[in-house]
């Protein structure tokens, strides 16, 4: 069973913080993740997405991706209070031809 | 319509009952998606059609079987339902290419309770 692993939160960080979320995954086959955003009572939204080792930046998110250690990361820069919702990593089971996603982890950002 | 749609949004049904959930995608993609999502797991994959062929998930029970009658419309026929199926059914469609998947697209949701 492929796995993806996020800590659950709540990640509490100040308005105009840095928040940098995390993820591990067990596929050392994957080649595309993803991070979604869900807000409560809603259904995810993509807002990043990540193909190769490094950084790739979109405004204020920055995705960082390294295939060696499995790991993949979300920054929010300038965190700002709607930004709170669950986030939710995502990475591609090629043998499934579907994403898997972690659990999420809670995001709140305090005025 | 723009995106993806699901109806009903909510629906409260007997163990005995029988129904189906729609979902319709308006994006022009190749590949369309159930999952489950329940309270505290991550989303549960549970079927996935790829241009129109089914991929088997064997690990779903028989009482959810699902249709894909074209590459716009997926559905969810439901019956003989356990009360611990009530969740958030998601739908999903993305473009494949060579193997590849280029991010999901949600719909709404559609809440199920079963009484």
């Known amino acids: 069973q492929k796995e993806v692993e996020q800590n659950s939160g709540p990640l509490s960080v100040p308005e105009g913080a840095i928040a940098s979320l995390n993820c591990t995954y067990s596929?050392?086959?994957?080649?595309?993740f993803f991070w979604y955003r869900q807000y409560s009572g809603k259904s995810p939204e993509l807002i990043m997405f990540?193909?190769?080792?490094g950084d790739k930046e979109d405004g204020r998110f920055t995705a960082q991706l390294n295939k060696a250690s499995q790991y993949v990361s979300l920054l929010i820069r300038d965190s700002q209070p709607s930004d709170s919702a669950t986030y939710l990593c995502?990475?591609?089971?090629?043998?499934?031809?579907?994403?898997?996603f972690g659990s999420g982890t809670r995001l709140q950002v305090q005025p | 319509e723009t995106g993806v749609t699901q109806t009903p949004r909510h629906l409260v049904m007997g163990m005995t009952n029988k129904k189906s959930l729609k979902c319709e995608q308006h994006?022009?993609?190749?590949?369309m998606y159930w999952y489950k999502q329940s309270a505290k797991k991550p989303l549960e994959l549970m079927f996935v059609?790829?241009?129109?062929?089914?991929?088997e998930n064997n690990s779903v029970p028989s009482r959810f079987s699902p249709e894909c009658p074209n590459s716009s419309h997926l559905f969810l026929h439901l019956h003989t339902l356990q009360p611990e199926d009530s969740a958030l059914y998601l739908c999903?469609?993305?473009?494949?290419?060579?193997?590849?998947?280029?991010?999901?697209?949600f719909g709404s949701g559609t809440r199920l309770t079963v009484v």
């Open positions: 999903a469609s993305s473009q494949e290419s060579e193997g590849a998947i280029y991010g999901y697209t």
């Open positions: 596929d050392r086959g994957s080649q595309s």
């Open positions: 990540i193909y190769s080792n």
């Open positions: 995502a990475v591609e089971d090629t043998g499934r031809r579907a994403l898997t």
């Open positions: 994006l022009g993609h190749n590949a």
């Open positions: 059609y790829s241009l129109e062929e089914r991929v």
